[in-house]
């Protein structure tokens, strides 16, 4: 007979989703099980978010002292290792992962390191190093993630990898083909031709980060051409070819002709897909929506009045900070506190780490002009920014989007050094509700990026200054 246990509540996966939210299970006084196979903290934590992020540090510094060190003096014989990043990228995301366990254990959550597997709508089973252990919950939280989407007949080996194997491998080949120019194909590009890696990134829309605002992808196909990553749109993958040291990819193009791309290897960056089987959760009755992502509420509860699922597996909006919302709005709900649900996931702020950053919420320009009768739309160049120049950075936009009606803030599209930083300022203001009038009034330090900010809402209003 497995050991078996009994807990309030079960989180199944310990992401940025599913620990925060055992964390806030156990402040609201719950007994939680914290249920993690692979990675302690997730994708994020240990192959995503904060590795990339230092990578893309060091790719900065690569950049700087390599094609800038004129513009700052830097002389003499430079060179960049690559494996001091790789190493750096690690140590990083090694340190976050321990404070996971820190915090599990300083909030008395019980962890449990093996595969969960679930047996019926009130338990799981947990194969652990010293055997299977059957828990019993009141309620559970599904926060199992999501695994790259494949192109069909398309396998991941040494040459066509995916993100994973791409960020845990110590070294850069001389050139790739990144298939998709969303955020994670345009920030690997970003590093690797730091680092010297020819890249060419290919994206079947007809722009970079399709689903930003178009002067976004306009900025940043500048970006790309200034780094000499190569950007093919309009074209579709047809296949890979492999031989032992070299892939062809062939390509669609939108004009009907045929093209082809040799490289030492291929990323596949075309999204995720909700990891939905593989864990009984046919067992539980939880039912899945359309596109195989795990069908939740505003407050994140599934069909299974016991059961939630929170983050990448709900495949509402897959970025970090949204799984960990949903993580609080989880716990907080089955302990009882009736907090707000979660309606508009296009509020929700998103983030490309490259330099100068991308942060945007609410709709595009175009989504806006379909949706709203009558709008205000502002955008000033960060070329006019004196901070952005102090930075060496000179580069990129602030445009905000308002109703015209309620004169209040819809949307906002950044590309500016620390844009993620940026962006908080008018989330707040647009969730709060307040006018464009009264955030004319608020003054901005002198000099500093936030100024750009100061200076779009001058436009919503009338009268921008340094423009
Ligand atoms: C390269 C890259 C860069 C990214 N950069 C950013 C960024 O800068 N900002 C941002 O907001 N987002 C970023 N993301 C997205 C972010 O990583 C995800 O949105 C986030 O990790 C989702 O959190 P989650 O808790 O839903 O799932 P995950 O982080 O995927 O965690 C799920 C966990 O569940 C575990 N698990 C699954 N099934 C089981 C089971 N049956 N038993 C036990 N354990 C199980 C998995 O091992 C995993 O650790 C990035 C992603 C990638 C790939």
Same mark, same amino acid.
């Given at each position: 007979?497995p050991?078996?246990?009994?807990f309030?509540a079960?989180?199944?996966?310990?992401?940025?989703?599913?620990?925060?939210?055992a964390?806030?299970?156990?402040?609201l006084g719950?007994?939680?099980?914290?249920?993690e196979?692979k990675?302690?903290?997730?994708?994020?934590?240990?192959?995503?978010?904060i590795?990339?992020?230092?990578?893309?540090?060091?790719? @900065?510094?690569?950049?700087l002292?390599?094609?800038?060190?004129?513009?700052?003096?830097i002389?003499?014989?430079?060179?960049v290792?690559?494996?001091?990043?790789?190493n750096?990228?690690?140590?990083?995301? @090694?340190?976050?992962?321990?404070?996971?366990?820190?915090l599990?254990?300083?909030?008395?959550?019980?962890?449990?390191?093996?595969?969960?597997?679930?047996?019926?709508?009130?338990?799981?089973s947990?194969a652990?190093?010293?055997?299977d252990?059957?828990?019993n919950?009141?309620?559970?939280?599904?926060?199992?993630?999501?695994?790259?989407?494949?192109i069909?007949g398309i396998?991941?080996?040494e040459?066509?990898?995916?993100?994973?194997?791409q960020?845990?491998s110590q070294?850069?080949?001389?050139?790739?083909?990144?298939v998709?120019?969303?955020?994670?194909?345009?920030?690997?590009?970003?590093?690797?031709s730091?680092?010297?890696t020819e890249?060419?990134?290919v994206?079947?829309q007809?722009?970079?980060?399709?689903?930003e605002?178009?002067?976004?992808s306009?900025?940043?196909?500048?970006?790309?051409?200034?780094?000499?990553?190569?950007?093919l749109?309009?074209?579709?993958?047809?296949?890979?070819?492999?031989?032992?040291?070299a892939?062809?990819v062939n390509?669609?193009?939108?004009?009907?002709?045929?093209?082809?791309?040799?490289a030492?290897?291929?990323?596949?960056?075309?999204?995720?897909g909700a990891?939905?089987?593989?864990?009984?959760?046919e067992?539980?009755?939880?039912?899945?929506?359309p596109?195989?992502?795990?069908?939740?509420?505003?407050?994140?509860?599934?069909?299974?009045?016991?059961i939630?699922?929170?983050g990448d597996?709900?495949g509402?909006?897959?970025?970090?900070?949204?799984?960990?919302?949903?993580?609080?709005?989880?716990a @907080?709900?089955?302990?009882g506190?009736?907090?707000?649900?979660?309606?508009d996931y296009?509020?929700?702020?998103?983030?490309i780490f490259?330099?100068?950053?991308?942060?945007?919420f609410?709709?595009?320009?175009?989504?806006?002009?379909?949706?709203?009768?009558?709008?205000?739309?502002?955008?000033?160049?960060m070329?006019?920014n004196?901070?952005?120049?102090?930075?060496?950075?000179?580069?990129?936009?602030v445009?905000?989007?308002?109703?015209?009606?309620?004169r209040?803030?819809?949307?906002?599209?950044i590309?500016?050094a620390?844009?993620?930083e940026?962006?908080?300022?008018?989330?707040?203001?647009?969730?709060?509700?307040?006018?464009?009038?009264?955030?004319?009034?608020n003054?901005?330090?002198?000099?500093?990026?936030?100024?750009g900010?100061?200076?779009a809402?001058?436009?919503?209003?009338?009268?921008?200054?340094?423009?």
């Open positions: 007979m050991d078996s246990q009994t309030d079960v989180v199944l996966g310990a992401g940025p989703g599913g620990y925060v939210a964390i806030r299970l156990a402040q719950k007994s939680v099980a914290l249920i196979e990675y302690w903290g997730g994708v994020c934590l240990n192959v995503g978010c590795p990339t992020k230092a990578l893309l540090k060091n790719a @900065e510094v690569a950049s002292v390599t094609t800038e060190a004129a513009h700052y003096g002389g003499g014989e430079i060179t290792d690559y494996s001091a990043a790789f750096r990228s690690r140590q990083v995301s @090694e340190g976050r992962v321990k404070g996971i366990h820190y599990t254990k300083k909030n008395g959550i019980t962890e449990f390191e093996g595969r969960g597997t679930f047996l019926s709508a009130n338990s799981i947990v652990t190093a010293s055997g252990v059957v828990i919950f009141t309620n559970a939280i599904i926060a199992a993630g999501a695994s790259p989407r494949q069909p396998a991941f080996t040459r066509v990898v995916n993100y994973e194997q960020i845990l070294e850069l080949p001389k050139s790739i083909v990144i998709g120019a969303g955020p994670i194909g345009v920030e690997f590009a970003f590093v690797m730091s680092y010297g890249v060419t990134i994206e079947a007809d722009r970079a980060l399709p689903l605002d178009a002067d976004t306009k900025e940043i196909a500048k970006l790309l051409r200034s780094k000499k990553i190569n950007l749109t309009g074209a579709s993958l047809a296949g890979i070819d492999e031989t032992t040291d892939v062809t390509l669609n193009l939108a004009n009907g002709e045929a093209k082809q791309l040799v030492e290897k291929a990323m596949i960056a075309i999204g995720f990891n939905v089987t593989g864990y009984g959760l067992n539980t009755g939880v039912e899945l929506a596109n195989k992502t795990i069908q939740v509420n505003s407050h994140l509860q599934t069909n299974v009045s016991s939630y699922a929170i597996v709900t509402k909006m897959q970025l970090a900070h949204v799984a960990e919302h949903q993580g609080v709005v989880a @907080e709900t089955i302990a506190a009736e907090p707000a649900g979660i309606d296009r509020a929700m702020p998103r983030a490259t330099t100068p950053q991308v942060a945007s609410g709709p595009t320009e175009e989504q806006a002009r379909a949706e709203n009768a009558e709008l205000l739309v502002s955008k000033f160049s070329v006019a004196g901070k952005a120049h102090a930075l060496g950075v000179p580069a990129g936009f445009k905000l989007i308002a109703d015209a009606g309620t209040k803030l819809i949307g906002a599209h590309v500016a620390d844009a993620s940026l962006i908080a300022e008018l989330t707040l203001a647009s969730s709060a509700g307040v006018s464009i009038d009264d955030m004319n009034h003054v901005h330090i002198h000099p500093t990026l936030s100024e900010i100061q200076e809402i001058h436009g919503l209003v009338g009268e921008m200054i340094n423009a």
